[in-house]
């Protein structure tokens, strides 16, 4: 870790004359976890690390329950794991009260570093640097504008939940111009924080759909996850809340999270992906990392649609990739491809909903990929035409129920040898969790259905 990045913070955190920052790392659920922390301690945040409470790692989406039974220990006394700060995630933060802060990221060292996604994501990260490439990507992420609190919506039924008005037509620029007090926040206080926004726009009812600048390795998931974080921030200042539930009514659309990801040579900083005499004006590298993707994601498919809600998006008609294919420039399957130059080079996987672990999903993705390029998988023909009717694409398919990804998942050798039995053993208990704690649940529509019986 470098020193005279270390002593650029602390000269930052002087400078603006502060007392204490904000400091916090990434949960398996994707909720940023984070504690106000006296500056006078911030070398030791960035070098040893601080003390903290693991159990929040093990808590449900909605903090309502403790879901993991590793984190549940009286025996052990609920013993603090140990995060390191990472100061090169240092960034400004607008949202205190005097304007002007200072946020950092962190990862758990030690035994608690196996179940930490940022941690995961940095390990397979330097595993794809060993082969000379770094991961050059963002983010698009879609969010349900609603006219509602995070306490209001627990109390209320699906079809009661009420949306922010003017929300209505994709792209409308009377719409958007009329969120532009919201909109203009969310672009600024984003801009500020260090991870700007290039597109911003309407995306069907009710949904804001924004378009992440690009950027290199952890800082694509960690851009990602504070957005997600910043625009329930901005959006309370305008008596709305932004959810990035996969899918909020069988009405509606559900809110996706496309990752747009390709590689980078670490020594020149150019492109791999891109040949202009190549079949499809791809190298053999993006050729193989494609057919890793196709390969391996399904088995790595719960790290993509890891809530129960997930699976309501995988339905007909709503833009979600409903099979395991790829294309190019086409947004009915599941990878499309960009080949038109060699600047947008890029592979956009589009499975993924919004409400995954941005760590988690780019590790799915980064996974799959290296295995694909070590392995030299070549992927079958690109699909033409409309994929969604394909029935056949030459790829294994996508576990579209919440129990065959499970099974899969806890199935899959892959995800054990390169994330860990630990990990994997956990994160297939919390997602059992959901299917229990549902399983027990009288929902709406049984109470519609029997009550008269």
């Known amino acids: 870790m470098s020193a005279e990045l270390i002593e650029r913070v602390l000269e930052q955190a002087d400078a603006l004359g502060m007392s204490h920052t904000s400091l916090g790392y990434f949960d398996a659920t994707g909720v940023f976890r984070s504690k106000r922390y006296a500056v006078r301690h911030l070398k030791k945040a960035m070098t040893e690390g601080i003390p903290w409470l693991a159990l929040p790692s093990g808590m449900s989406p909605a903090d309502d329950g403790i879901y993991s039974n590793r984190w549940v220990d009286p025996a052990g006394g609920y013993?603090?794991?140990?995060?390191?700060?990472?100061?090169?995630?240092?960034?400004?933060?607008?949202?205190d009260s005097a304007g002007e802060g200072l946020l950092m990221v962190g990862e758990f060292t030690g035994p608690v570093a196996e179940h930490c996604p940022r941690a995961l994501l940095r390990a397979e990260l330097e595993r794809l640097a060993a082969l000379g490439f770094d991961l050059f990507g963002a983010f698009e992420l879609e969010g349900a504008v609603l006219a509602e609190t995070a306490e209001s919506l627990r109390a209320k039924r699906a079809a009661e939940v009420a949306v922010v008005p003017g929300w209505d037509r994709v792209y409308s620029f009377v719409d958007q111009t009329g969120q532009s007090g919201l909109i203009d926040d969310l672009l600024e206080s984003c801009e500020t924080m260090g991870l700007p926004l290039e597109t911003a726009h309407a995306e069907f009812t009710d949904i804001l759909e924004v378009g992440m600048a690009p950027a290199i390795g952890l800082r694509i998931a960690d851009n990602a996850g504070l957005y997600k974080a910043a625009a329930k921030i901005v959006a309370a200042k305008h008596d709305a809340y932004v959810s990035f539930m996969a899918r909020r009514s069988e009405k509606d659309q559900g809110c996706g999270a496309h990752i747009n990801v390709s590689l980078k040579d670490r020594s020149s900083g150019e492109s791999v992906f891109f040949d202009e005499q190549a079949e499809h004006r791809l190298t053999g590298t993006a050729r193989h990392f494609i057919?890793?993707?196709?390969?391996?994601?399904?088995?790595?498919?719960?790290?993509?649609?890891?809530?129960?809600?997930?699976?309501?998006?995988?339905?007909?008609?709503?833009?979600?990739?409903?099979?395991?294919?790829?294309s190019i420039n086409n947004r009915t399957v599941a990878l499309r491809v960009s080949n038109q130059s060699k600047g947008s080079a890029r592979v956009e996987v589009r499975p993924a909903g919004a409400d995954v672990c941005p760590h988690l999903a780019l590790l799915a993705v980064c996974l799959a990929g290296r295995l694909g390029i070590e392995e030299k998988i070549e992927p079958p023909a690109p699909l033409t035409g409309n994929g969604w009717a394909e029935t056949d694409t030459g790829a294994?398919?996508?576990?579209?129920?919440?129990?065959?990804?499970?099974?899969?998942f806890a199935g899959s050798e892959v995800a054990r040898t390169h994330l860990g039995e630990g990990f994997v053993g956990d994160f297939v208990e919390d997602r059992k969790w959901q299917q229990e704690t549902f399983a027990g649940t009288v929902t709406d529509w049984e109470i519609r259905t029997f009550s008269s019986l």
């Open 79 to 95: 013993s603090d794991g140990v995060v390191r700060m990472d100061p090169e995630s240092c960034r400004a933060m607008p949202f």
């Open 291 to 326: 057919g890793g993707l196709l390969t391996y994601l399904p088995e790595l498919f719960l790290l993509l649609a890891p809530n129960l809600n997930s699976y309501k998006r995988y339905a007909p008609g709503i833009f979600t990739p409903l099979n395991n294919s790829w």
């Open 396 to 408: 294994p398919p996508f576990p579209l129920e919440f129990s065959a990804a499970i099974a899969a």
